[in-house]
């Protein structure tokens, strides 16, 4: 068995192919979107493959982002049928952590609900974050602790940019670390809060879709190019629907971002949990309303929200 680094973009039919065997095909192409060469301005994205002669065993792929890359994001992680209980996995997970250690990355995130890889994943470093799916690794094993460490600085400059993929990996401590409440963006369906966070690498992909819909986004970064907040819009039925959230030092950053989305669409409206005190707080700050009550179900939740109109 040899271990084989793809850099990309690559040829990629034959690992294109095994992720379509085991993920599905709509999963192989959220992959396949990072290997393209698409993203290459953006992440510097890698597939390890185990394999023998010409046959792939497994597979692992890294997501690195260029202008943040003490962070690293870990998806597509497979072994075939017939490759399985052969240590394939072990032997993938020590080659990449090796290369992500001499690579700069502090700090690897992946998610999973699978006990069984999760005790493989434990066995390279990497750990439940409380109350989430998600897990990550720090080079030096240290416990993680955003609030108090990545985010503890009030940045010195922050820029509002119109969202794009390297947004990636860093929308997921951003998630951990949000102060939106219980709902991060209901234009996308994402949740914080009381409810378990299921999603990692998944997430950022939902902004492309909401593009696709006819949304738009935008983030905020620092001088050092931390993601400190998102916001979208997205054409509904009622009108334009805005959201956002953010970590606590960039709070200064969502009157901006939320300006970017009405300049995108014209008038638009929030609907906001009831619970969601910190949102509530900026909206009424710039002149909405609370019009109209609306149930918002997730997971077979009932959330109450209320939608805000311009006064």
């Known amino acids: ?15 294109f192919n095994v992720w379509k065997d085991i993920f599905g095909l709509d999963e192989a192409r ?7 060469g698409s993203e290459s301005q953006y992440n510097n994205d890698f597939v390890y493959a ?27 992680v497979c072994t075939t049928p017939e490759a399985r209980g052969k240590g394939v996995g072990k032997i993938l997970y020590a080659k990449m952590t090796e290369d992500m250690d001499k690579m700069g990355v502090k700090t690897a995130f992946l998610g999973t609900g699978n006990m069984i890889a999760a ?31 990545t985010y503890a600085n009030k940045p010195e ?24 409440g219980i709902i991060g963006d209901i234009n996308t369906n994402i949740v914080t809060g009381v409810f378990t966070q299921n999603y990692c690498m998944s997430l950022y992909p939902r902004y492309l879709k909401l593009k696709d819909n006819g949304g738009h986004y935008f983030g905020a970064k620092s001088e050092t190019n931390l993601l400190g ?11 334009n629907r805005c959201d956002f959230f953010w970590s606590g030092n960039f709070a200064e950053a969502v009157p901006e971002m939320i300006e970017k989305c009405r300049s995108a669409v014209g008038e638009m409206y929030f609907q906001i949990a009831d619970s969601s005190t910190n949102k509530i707080k900026f909206v009424e700050e710039l002149g909405y309303a609370p019009c109209e009550s609306v149930d918002f179900m997730f997971d077979g939740c009932v959330i109450r929200t ?5 006064k």
């Open 50 to 76: 185990a394999k023998e002669g010409d046959t792939i065993l497994g597979l692992v792929h890294t997501t690195i982002p260029v202008d943040y890359p003490t962070f690293c994001g870990v998806s597509g």
């Open 157 to 180: 400059k922050i820029t509002v940019i119109e969202g794009n993929q390297s947004f990636r990996v860093p929308i997921i401590p951003l998630i951990l670390n949000s102060n939106s």
């Open 229 to 239: 907040g998102i916001a979208s819009v997205i054409p509904t039925e009622i009108g």
């Open 306 to 310: 209320k939608i805000y109109c311009r």
């Open 30 to 36: 959220l992959e396949e979107l990072q290997i393209n």
């Open 1 to 15: 068995m040899e271990i084989i680094r793809y850099d990309a973009p690559f040829e990629y039919t034959e690992v």
């Open 119 to 149: 005790k493989l994943y434990g066995n390279n470093g990497f750990s439940f974050y409380p109350g989430t799916y998600i897990m990550y690794r720090q080079k030096d094993g240290a416990i993680i602790d955003f609030k108090n460490e």
